[in-house]
């Protein structure tokens, strides 16, 4: 299958302070990519699904201003968690997809970690 | 509304035992995908397997083997002959068939398997 690599796989930061976390497709360009998160021991909830050049579209509950999205290339998309607090700390994966209307696979990201302290 | 409900949160079983894993879902399409994939202690989501609404077959891949009921609306996912390997939590998953065709997750299952 198709890869997608995120960056970092975990990352440590202090409250208050703003993380990056990154989503490759290596060898597909994902018109459309989705970002999920992972409390302990529950399920992949979606944040958030960006297409490629445009705006992202948030779930309901999930702060946009907080949580920011960009898309600005077919083979990365960003999640830029800001003024982190401790609440953040969760796994975050993202998937990727070539075909606007889903007739291929999302695949997915390794996950980040991200623990806020 | 699209849901996908997994009953069984935790399963343990002793190597080379068969084990199913039940998967019930919600949906008011009449196309539709459902997925599971296993995400092992390391994190990342591997992919295994996907059907289509459309498609009732059953499938065997190896020891894994896949019971698509549409009466019943379930995708079961059996292993046979556990191995320890297979320790991991398995998600069901939904595709949905508007807007962006996001995924909906059911809530795992967390199989553990003992030597």
């Known amino acids: 299958g198709a890869v997608v690599s995120q960056h970092p796989s975990w990352v440590i930061c202090k409250s208050g302070t703003s993380v990056k976390i990154e989503c490759r497709s290596l060898d597909f360009q994902a018109t459309t990519m989705f970002w999920y998160r992972q409390f302990p021991k529950q399920s992949l909830m979606l944040m958030a699904t960006?297409?490629?050049?445009?705006?992202?579209?948030?779930e309901q509950g999930v702060e946009k201003d907080k949580f920011l999205i960009n898309h600005a290339s077919l083979t990365l998309s960003t999640l830029t968690v800001t003024s982190a607090h401790p609440e953040d700390s969760s796994f975050y994966i993202c998937?990727?997809?070539?075909?606007?209307?889903?007739?291929?696979?999302?695949?997915f990201g390794q996950g980040t970690r991200l623990t806020v302290v | 509304a699209q849901k996908v409900t997994q009953a069984q949160t935790e399963i343990s079983v002793v190597e080379k035992e068969d084990v199913t894993l039940d998967c019930v879902y919600e949906?008011?399409?009449?196309?539709?995908?459902l997925f599971w994939y296993k995400q092992p202690p390391s994190g990342e989501l591997v992919f295994l397997i996907r059907r289509n609404s459309f498609d009732e077959q059953n499938e065997i891949s190896g020891r894994y083997s896949w019971n698509f009921q549409k009466s019943t609306s379930s995708f079961n996912f059996t292993i046979t002959a556990s191995q320890v390997v297979d320790s991991a939590v398995y998600f069901c998953a939904l595709r949905m068939n508007t807007g962006f065709q996001k995924l909906v997750f059911g809530t795992g299952t967390r199989l553990l398997v003992s030597p």
């Open positions: 998937s990727a997809r070539e075909d606007p209307f889903a007739l291929t696979e999302a695949f």
């Open positions: 949906t008011r399409d009449t196309t539709y995908y």
């Open positions: 960006s297409n490629e050049g445009s705006k992202a579209t948030y």
